[in-house]
């Protein structure tokens, strides 16, 4: 057997990493257990005291926001997905993965933007496409079809899943290891909790899963529980898809030193105004003092001695709040939203060109967050095709209504091109298309596709 819990040396190096930046991500309870990990202790501090501050420690949460609003912009509406090809079983196959593709009822736009997400954190996310297996072997597509075989379904994995790999020349996957770990209660009256981890391995031809189950009072064994070609043994390739950003695109790994130093910062203020509320008084005094003070006491002094309180004048809590501040706008520029860090001006709405210019940079991040999402979507349904040997092509466009504009404005654009009197069939084709399709963008795949048929025939 395989050592199948072997782990890539470049997984170990990033198991810490991609763990920081996933409690900054999710913030609250998550953050809040692990905070041991991020508030830094002060030199000879008492570990009362950072005890005490480590249960008063908050967490303001900049990067989560972030990273949400560039997935909820990129898929305000979702993309339009073309297939070209003759097979009649074929259209009606993608029309249903398209509402769901994960055999859970998840809708095609909806899993990919979960996978743009873990992407932003992590750097990579991975999709495991798979098949249905039988236990009988149909012999023609139709039995396929009738069984289930051919209803191919999609798997979303994290960066951390993929524990080890090896890749070729052009950067393809020559083999893979998937590792997940389950805990599941055997029953309802039982107390018991049973892990379970689960190892896929996958080649260029064959997989093969394995199971290990860990249950008090029994020895664990690594089991193999499936085996066999898979559906992409015909291509020739491993059916897994990884979508990946850019160093300069991902955005926790840019934020999150900077979130980090913020957190740090804000909970050093606030601990100092806390205190800072709880003056110490002082006793200007030549003799022995040995009073107790408390809100119950009182003190007797002597003619010369003085009493006073401790109070700090202010300056360092303001040089404090402005370097927040800063380290608030930094975390936003880093991450092209520095229009998005502060008020607006002077109190008043900014007008819809203004924010079209301070959204210049952030739309162009968008448009190439946009180019990912749509190569992968790409990869995915041109590797379905060629694993079910549908003789099908896929294009897939929009996701680029990234600016502050409405629909309006585009329908007057779309006027105005046709207008011009260009005799072309086709640009007419592409613009009633492009104009339908983005706003009849909630409708079901299978209503897009017919629109876009009807218009075809129009045209042709």
């Known amino acids: 057997m395989i050592d199948i819990d072997r782990e890539h040396p470049d997984y170990k190096k990033q198991q810490h990493t991609l763990r920081t930046y996933r409690d900054l991500y999710a913030g609250g309870l ?206 020739n390739r491993v059916p897994l898809v990884t979508m990946q950003v850019t160093d300069g695109l991902w955005l926790a790994n840019k934020a999150a030193h900077l979130q980090l130093e913020h957190f740090n910062k804000s909970n050093a203020l606030a601990w100092a105004i806390t205190m800072g509320l709880f003056a110490m008084p002082v006793i200007y005094s030549d003799r022995e003092w040995n009073q107790i003070v408390g809100e119950s006491y009182y003190i007797q002094l002597g003619p010369g001695d003085k009493f006073g309180w401790t109070e700090p004048d202010g300056k360092v809590y303001q040089i404090a709040a402005k370097n927040l501040e800063s380290l608030k706008e930094e975390i936003y520029r880093v991450c092209y939203l520095s229009q998005a860090s502060g008020e607006m001006v002077s109190g008043h709405a900014q007008s819809a060109l203004s924010k079209q210019m301070d959204f210049a940079i952030t739309q162009e991040v968008l448009r190439a967050y946009s180019s990912t999402v749509k190569d992968c979507i790409r990869k995915v349904l041109t590797g379905i095709c060629k694993a079910r040997q549908d003789d099908m092509s896929v294009s897939v466009t929009g996701l680029d209504e990234v600016d502050i504009g409405d629909f309006g404005t585009e329908l007057q654009d779309a006027k105005n091109l046709l207008q011009l009197g260009i005799e072309s069939p086709t640009l007419k084709r592409q613009v009633y298309q492009r104009l339908a399709t983005k706003y009849l963008n909630d409708a079901n795949q299978e209503i897009k596709d017919q629109i876009t048929q009807e218009i075809n025939v129009q045209f042709a």
């Open 30 to 235: 998550q953050f809040q257990h692990r905070a041991a990990e991020y508030l830094l202790r002060r030199q000879k501090e008492p570990l009362d005291v950072y005890s005490e501050r480590l249960q008063r420690a908050f967490y303001q949460n900049y990067v989560g926001s972030i990273i949400d609003w560039y997935a909820s912009t990129l898929f305000r509406r979702e993309p339009s997905i073309h297939f070209q090809g003759a097979l009649d079983g074929s259209h009606k196959f993608f029309p249903a993965f398209i509402e769901d593709c994960d055999r859970k009822g998840t809708r095609l736009t909806t899993f990919f933007r979960h996978c743009l997400i873990d992407a932003l954190i992590a750097g990579r996310t991975h999709i495991l496409i798979d098949f249905p297996r039988v236990a009988t072997t149909p012999t023609n597509r139709a039995e396929e079809d009738a069984v289930g075989l051919s209803r191919a379904y999609l798997l979303h994995y994290q960066a951390e899943s993929l524990i080890n790999w090896s890749v070729d020349e052009n950067g393809e996957y020559e083999w893979i290891v998937l590792r997940q770990k389950v805990r599941r209660q055997p029953s309802v009256d039982s107390a018991e909790i049973i892990e379970e981890t689960y190892w896929r391995y996958y080649d260029r031809s064959e997989f093969q899963v394995y199971r290990r189950l860990e249950r008090q009072g029994s020895e664990s064994v690594v089991s193999l529980i499936d085996a066999g070609p898979h559906a992409y043994s015909r291509e």
